[in-house]
């Protein structure tokens, strides 16, 4: 585990929660304040009344080999706690909009939800920000209750897979452009997911390599050519 949501009370109590998650001290991850009572979202409306904060480990290398298993299964029955949690929240967030639906699907440890209907598309935002930012809230929602951590990938009309496109051709032109230059190219910051379409397209092209470098949220992926 390289990095954990945590909640509490205050902004001191959150991070004390994600310390005891990671089992490490406070020099050892970068700390980030996701949401608190003073400032809360329209999209978070729903969500309680706590500070949320995202703490990653340090120095920690992103390694994107091929999925392997998760370590700490998660029973059916707290899958099914998540599910819950989350069915409750969408249907009190369906009634804010007039054309609006969902689709919880459970895929292994994970949760994948769709939101469907005219007025979805508005909750994507500027590259997903606001895509993103809701399936934090969710996260955080449903995991309430549940031992270990049922993971929630959000899509809105098909958001996810048409920017999967993009980035995959991105990453084949900006690689032939470094091969054809022999220049090192830095791309914009990246969310995690996102970074690693970026490393996994180019996984096999012998004549390049990627690798991230700077801090969330402005970790960055830099190309450049093997010699």
């Given at each position: 585990m390289n990095?954990?949501?945590?909640?509490?009370?205050?902004?001191?109590?959150?991070?004390?929660n994600g310390l005891k998650q990671l089992n490490v001290s406070k020099d050892k991850v970068n700390i980030k304040v996701?949401?608190?009572a003073e400032k809360r979202s329209f999209f978070s409306?729903?969500?309680?009344?706590?500070?949320?904060?995202?703490l990653t480990l340090k120095d920690v290398k992103e390694h994107y080999a091929p999925m392997q298993e998760h370590v700490n299964q998660i029973t059916p029955e707290q899958i099914?706690?998540?599910?819950?949690?989350?069915?409750?929240?969408?249907?009190?967030?369906?009634t804010k909009f007039e054309d609006?639906?969902?689709?919880?699907?459970?895929?292994?440890?994970?949760?994948?939800?769709?939101?469907?209907?005219?007025?979805?598309?508005?909750?994507?935002?500027?590259?997903?920000?606001t895509?993103?930012?809701?399936?934090?809230?969710?996260?955080t929602i449903a995991?309430?209750?549940?031992?270990?951590?049922?993971?929630i990938i959000l899509d809105i009309a098909g958001y996810r897979e048409k920017r999967k496109k993009?980035?995959?051709?991105l990453a084949d032109k900006i690689s032939k452009t470094v091969i054809k230059t022999g220049k090192t190219i830095m791309l914009e910051p990246m969310p995690a997911y996102e970074r690693k379409i970026i490393h996994t397209r180019l996984q096999n092209n012998e004549k390049v390599k990627t690798f991230s470098k700077g801090e969330e949220p402005y970790r960055k992926i830099v190309i450049s050519k093997n010699k």
């Open positions: 990095s954990v949501i945590a909640e509490g009370k205050t902004t001191a109590e959150a991070i004390e996701l949401e608190n409306i729903l969500a309680p009344r706590v500070v949320k904060v995202e099914e706690i998540a599910k819950k949690n989350l069915t409750v929240f969408l249907d009190e967030f369906s609006f639906d969902y689709d919880i699907k459970v895929n292994g440890n994970d949760i994948n939800v769709e939101l469907k209907g005219n007025d979805s598309s508005k909750l994507i935002g500027y590259r997903g920000e895509l993103n930012s809701i399936q934090i809230v969710m996260s995991n309430k209750n549940v031992m270990g951590k049922v993971r993009v980035l995959e051709d």
